[in-house]
């Protein structure tokens, strides 16, 4: 069988990696636009690394590429594909074009910020392609005053980051709260407070409408403010990166690659992972584009199972996400409130507790339940150490329709001496029930 993957970043490596174990005499090839494998610029700790040395043993991956015996060709960039003849049309040096049994496609995401104007600027960063080696950009390096735009999960990394890098940081989001994707307006006001008292400056409700270069600056212009910066870094606006496709008249609307359960997509032996699809959200038949890590590693892996005929099936999604922000390991799974009430009447509990009996550092979790059957819908949890893993927990539960007393009286660990976390976790159930008066 004869493999090709078209993208080597996290889906489509993971595919080729899969792929490997599992058809150990195939031939499979990858295929990748950019010089260098894309998963080392997307391991974010790395983005701002300028010197190679620094980049530990396990992120060699080409050597590891080459010990799988997987082909690659670097600078080769998929112009078209010819399904009736399972044929790809490639630019670059080497190959102009491959034959497939079956291909993955795998090319991610770009960024397009057509809503605000003078967004495709040449000095207008973009976080997904500019952020590699950003301590050597001639502009970066220069500017002190930094605007972000886009407060979701980007932005928030970003700025941190460029507050580490010794930058003055003004970060915008239209809307009334950070991270609204994933927390609601309560949980996002500990992250702002956090982020305020370290010296940024933050605007909220500020839709950016335009950005001028004036000189050797720019101006970012919303309905009421107007801010002058020495660069700007687009931190929103992830799209699938799909145009390669658009003459197969396959592509949903919003550009992303329909599939199916089993990651096929309508042409034939053609799969699509990572960023270009959709995923269910929850339940089946409410699909969400959710670009993230653990989705394009889970997909490129399931895509790999099913190239000799369907065999696994993938699962809806609970939007789990993660990430360290300001001094919060802040994670999210399932519905924010705001999401939720729009189909049910819920309740909220927010919970509070100290992780360590000395230094009282501070974990808050909030529940979001359908107030008629106390089943979980969403949990969002802050906390001063990394406590993520309790709502790793919470993907079955949530996935089968647990109700909040369900989850509380499962087997926890209780270790005399110690706090167990999950004690916490079955506190705040046991409040969620009681909220609902049962
Ligand atoms: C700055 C930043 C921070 C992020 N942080 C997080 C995080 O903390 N947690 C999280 O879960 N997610 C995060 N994400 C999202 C995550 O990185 C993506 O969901 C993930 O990289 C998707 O992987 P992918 O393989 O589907 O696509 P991509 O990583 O977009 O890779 C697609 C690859 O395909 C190549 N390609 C595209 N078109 C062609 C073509 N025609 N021919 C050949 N090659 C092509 C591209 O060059 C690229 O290498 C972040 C994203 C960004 C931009």
Same mark, same amino acid.
């Given at each position: 069988?004869?493999?090709?993957?078209?993208?080597?970043?996290?889906?489509?490596?993971?595919?080729?990696?899969? +792929?490997?174990?599992?058809?150990?005499?195939?031939?499979?090839?990858?295929?990748?636009?950019?010089?260098?494998?894309?998963?080392?610029?997307? #391991?974010?700790?790395?983005?701002?690394?300028?010197?190679?040395?620094?980049?530990?043993?396990?992120?060699?991956?080409?050597?590891?590429?080459?010990?799988?015996?997987? @082909?690659?060709?670097?600078?080769?960039?998929?112009?078209?594909?010819?399904?009736?003849?399972?044929?790809?049309?490639?630019?670059?040096?080497?190959?102009?074009? $491959?034959?497939?049994?079956?291909?993955?496609?795998?090319?991610?995401?770009?960024?397009?910020?057509?809503?605000? !104007?003078?967004?495709?600027?040449?000095?207008?960063?973009?976080? !997904?392609?500019?952020?590699?080696?950003?301590?050597?950009?001639?502009?970066?390096?220069?500017?002190?005053?930094?605007? $972000?735009?886009?407060?979701?999960?980007?932005?928030?990394?970003?700025?941190?980051?460029?507050?580490?890098?010794?930058?003055?940081?003004?970060?915008?989001?239209?809307?009334?709260? $950070?991270?609204? !994707?994933?927390?609601?307006?309560?949980?996002?006001?500990?992250?702002?407070?956090?982020?305020?008292? +370290?010296?940024?400056?933050?605007?909220?409700?500020?839709?950016?409408?335009?950005?001028?270069?004036?000189?050797?600056?720019?101006?970012?212009?919303?309905?009421?403010?107007?801010?002058?910066?020495?660069?700007?870094?687009?931190?929103?606006?992830?799209?699938?990166?799909?145009?390669?496709?658009?003459?197969?008249?396959?592509?949903?609307? @919003?550009?992303?690659?329909?599939?199916?359960?089993?990651?096929?997509?309508?042409?034939?032996?053609?799969?699509?992972?990572? @960023?270009?699809? !959709?995923?269910?959200?929850?339940?089946?038949?409410?699909?969400?584009?959710?670009?993230?890590?653990?989705?394009?590693?889970?997909?490129?892996?399931?895509?790999?199972?099913?190239?000799?005929?369907?065999?696994?099936?993938?699962?809806?999604?609970?939007?789990?996400?993660?990430?360290?922000?300001?001094?919060?390991?802040?994670?999210?799974?399932?519905?924010? +409130?705001?999401?939720?009430?729009?189909?049910?009447?819920?309740?909220?509990?927010?919970?509070?507790?100290?992780?360590?009996?000395?230094?009282?550092?501070?974990?808050?979790?909030?529940?979001?339940?359908?107030?008629?059957?106390?089943?979980?819908?969403? #949990?969002?949890?802050? +906390?001063?150490?990394?406590?993520?893993?309790?709502?790793?927990?919470?993907?079955?539960?949530?996935?089968?329709?647990?109700?909040?007393?369900?989850?509380?009286?499962?087997?926890?660990?209780?270790?005399?001496?110690?706090?167990?976390?999950?004690?916490?976790?079955?506190?705040?159930?046991?409040?969620? #029930?009681?909220?609902?008066?049962?």
């Amino acid at each position: 069988m004869k493999i090709v993957i078209v993208g080597a970043s996290l889906s489509g490596l993971a595919a080729a990696v899969k +792929s490997r174990q599992l058809y150990p005499e195939s031939s499979i090839t990858i295929i990748e636009k950019s010089s260098q494998l894309a998963a080392v610029p997307m #391991a974010l700790e790395w983005l701002f690394k300028s010197n190679e040395g620094e980049v530990p043993s396990y992120f060699d991956l080409l050597e590891q590429l080459k010990t799988l015996q997987v @082909d690659y060709f670097l600078n080769h960039e998929v112009q078209s594909i010819d399904p009736a003849q399972k044929r790809l049309s490639l630019r670059g040096a080497q190959v102009s074009q $491959l034959s497939y049994d079956c291909l993955i496609v795998a090319t991610g995401s770009t960024q397009k910020s057509h809503y605000i !104007k003078g967004g495709h600027h040449p000095g207008v960063l973009l976080c !997904k392609d500019d952020m590699v080696r950003l301590e050597e950009n001639p502009l970066f390096v220069r500017a002190k005053e930094v605007a $972000l735009i886009g407060g979701g999960q980007l932005g928030l990394r970003l700025s941190e980051k460029c507050q580490s890098l010794g930058k003055h940081v003004h970060l915008f989001e239209a809307g009334e709260h $950070l991270d609204f !994707k994933h927390c609601d307006a309560d949980m996002a006001a500990l992250l702002e407070t956090s982020m305020v008292e +370290s010296g940024l400056n933050l605007y909220l409700s500020h839709r950016v409408q335009k950005i001028e270069k004036c000189h050797d600056h720019f101006l970012i212009l919303t309905k009421s403010a107007k801010r002058s910066v020495d660069v700007v870094l687009m931190c929103a606006g992830l799209r699938p990166n799909t145009h390669f496709l658009e003459d197969q008249h396959i592509l949903a609307n @919003d550009g992303t690659i329909p599939v199916n359960a089993f990651l096929e997509t309508k042409l034939p032996q053609v799969f699509a992972v990572g @960023d270009t699809i !959709k995923l269910d959200f929850l339940q089946e038949n409410d699909p969400r584009y959710l670009p993230l890590i653990n989705t394009a590693i889970r997909t490129g892996e399931i895509a790999a199972y099913n190239l000799n005929g369907p065999r696994i099936a993938i699962e809806p999604s609970v939007k789990l996400v993660s990430g360290y922000y300001y001094g919060w390991f802040r994670t999210a799974i399932g519905m924010t +409130s705001d999401e939720a009430e729009l189909f049910q009447e819920i309740a909220v509990i927010t919970y509070k507790g100290s992780l360590t009996h000395d230094r009282g550092e501070e974990l808050r979790m909030k529940l979001i339940v359908s107030r008629e059957t106390g089943q979980l819908l969403g #949990a969002q949890l802050l +906390s001063a150490m990394d406590c993520s893993y309790l709502l790793q927990c919470l993907v079955q539960p949530i996935r089968l329709g647990m109700t909040d007393l369900e989850i509380a009286f499962q087997d926890f660990l209780m270790t005399v001496g110690q706090t167990n976390p999950f004690y916490h976790l079955h506190k705040a159930l046991l409040m969620s #029930a009681s909220a609902r008066e049962v």
